[in-house]
Every structure is written in structure tokens, then in C-alpha cells.
């Protein structure tokens, strides 16, 4: 891709998601390729062991392996698993797909290089029906439980002083903001992360923006349109 710049503030914009090799957009919820790579320049080195334990339709599982790094990519539902295998079958690098939950990795104690993870913005998108373990099925005060397992794992599995980055953004229930993002963030730093950056993501290309203005209108509320990238470091043991 030729129109690639590395960011350099705190406030990231992309028009363009971005769909080179087999990059797609049609996997709920999934992130755009442009901040992965962002994410992989600035925190990780060739071969270093990147971890996405939302791994989705692959996004991180492409980018680390273009850019030569090692990738782990685990998920609680097989679709996704299938997806990603798919996805990076024909590219060249050392990989592990499986499936796992993320409150519980099968890794072992400082092991891993980076993070990189987006995990379900509560139940805003429903990811299967009836998956044990599945996060986007689950109630607030369990969605925050199984964060602060994720954030715990996150923590064990990492090496020290490297990064770990959360992608995740805020919802509307009952025309009232549920400030999903900062309370997550609190969970991560409640297990012991240093809080290196926050990055605010714009949000661009939703399917359904046209029919979520006119009810906005209607309602007087504003769409949400901003993401956050929170950028944590292990602290030395």
C-alpha cells in the first residue's frame, strides 16, 4: 500500500479502512488493518510474538505476519477461527490459530511480545448464540467480570516492559452513554498496567449511520463516532 503514514498524535482518522491482500470488511465489528499496522511499527520488531485473543476474521493475524513477526490468535468461536486460517494460508510466516477463551489462555507466563486485542464493546453485536464464554452474550456486571480476567491473562502472559493495546468503544443503551471504554481501561490498570497512551479513534463507513442519523435527529442525541485505543505496558516484575 503506497498511502501509508505511521501516526503521530493522539487523534487517528481513516477514510479509507483499508483492504489490501485479503483483508475484508465483511466480519462484524472487525478493525481496520491501517491501525494494526500502526500499532505493529511502533511497539513490536521483526519476530516478535504478537497475541490477539479476539482474533476475529484475522486482522492482526495478517498484518504481524506481513510485516514478520510471529502471531497467536485465539478465539471462543470456531467461525472465526475457520475465517482466519483462511485468511492467512497463502502468507508466508510462523503462525498459531486455535480456539480458547480468553479469560483463561493457554500460554505461558511471560511469553509474549505484544497485544493486540478488540474485544466485544458489550453486547452491541451479538458474535454467536449461545457460545459458552462468548462475551457479547454476556450482562454488564459479567461482561466487567470477564474483562478483569482478560486484563489479569493479558498481563500474565506478557513480557515485561512490553505493550499491550485495546481497542474498544463506548455504546448508547436507553438514549443514556454506558462508558464502556474507561471502564475498561480501569480494569486493565487495576491488574497492574501502566497506561502509556490513549489514542481516540474516528469512525468512519457504518452501514447502518444513515438510518442511526435520522433517529438521532429525532431523538436529539449525538451518534457516537469515536473509538478508543488504549496503550498499556507491563511493569517490570
Not at 477514510?15 to 491501525?35: A, F, I, M, Q
Not at 511499527?41 to 504478537?50: A, Q
Amino acid at each position: 500500500m503506497d498511502d501509508f503514514n505511521l501516526e503521530t498524535t493522539s487523534i487517528w482518522s481513516f477514510k479509507d479502512r483499508g483492504d489490501w491482500l485479503t483483508h475484508k470488511g465483511d466480519y462484524p465489528g472487525n478493525c481496520s488493518p491501517k491501525v494494526v499496522k500502526n500499532l505493529l511499527l511502533r511497539y513490536t520488531k521483526e519476530n516478535d510474538i504478537v497475541l490477539d485473543q479476539f482474533v476475529g476474521s484475522g486482522t492482526t493475524a495478517i498484518e504481524s505476519l506481513l510485516l514478520g513477526r510471529r502471531v497467536i490468535g485465539v478465539d471462543i468461536n470456531k467461525r472465526a477461527i475457520n475465517i482466519t486460517i483462511d485468511r492467512i494460508k497463502d502468507i508466508k510466516g510462523k503462525s498459531k490459530i486455535m480456539l480458547g477463551n480468553a479469560e483463561t489462555l493457554e500460554l505461558p507466563n511471560n511469553s509474549i511480545d505484544f497485544i493486540c486485542a478488540h474485544p466485544p464493546y458489550l453486547d452491541i453485536i451479538k458474535y454467536s448464540e449461545n457460545i459458552e464464554g462468548d462475551m457479547s452474550l454476556l450482562g454488564i456486571e459479567d461482561y466487567f467480570r470477564a474483562i478483569y480476567n482478560v486484563a489479569n491473562e493479558s498481563y500474565r502472559v506478557l513480557k515485561p516492559k512490553s505493550k499491550c493495546a485495546i481497542i474498544i468503544g463506548d455504546i448508547r443503551k436507553k438514549g443514556y452513554m454506558k462508558p464502556i471504554g474507561f471502564k475498561v481501561m480501569d480494569k486493565f490498570l487495576e491488574v497492574g498496567f501502566l497506561l502509556k497512551e490513549i489514542i481516540i479513534k474516528e469512525q468512519h463507513n457504518c452501514k447502518s449511520t444513515d438510518k442511526w442519523i435520522k433517529i438521532a435527529k429525532q431523538k436529539n442525541f449525538l451518534l457516537i463516532q469515536h473509538e478508543y485505543i488504549f496503550v498499556f505496558e507491563k511493569s517490570y516484575l
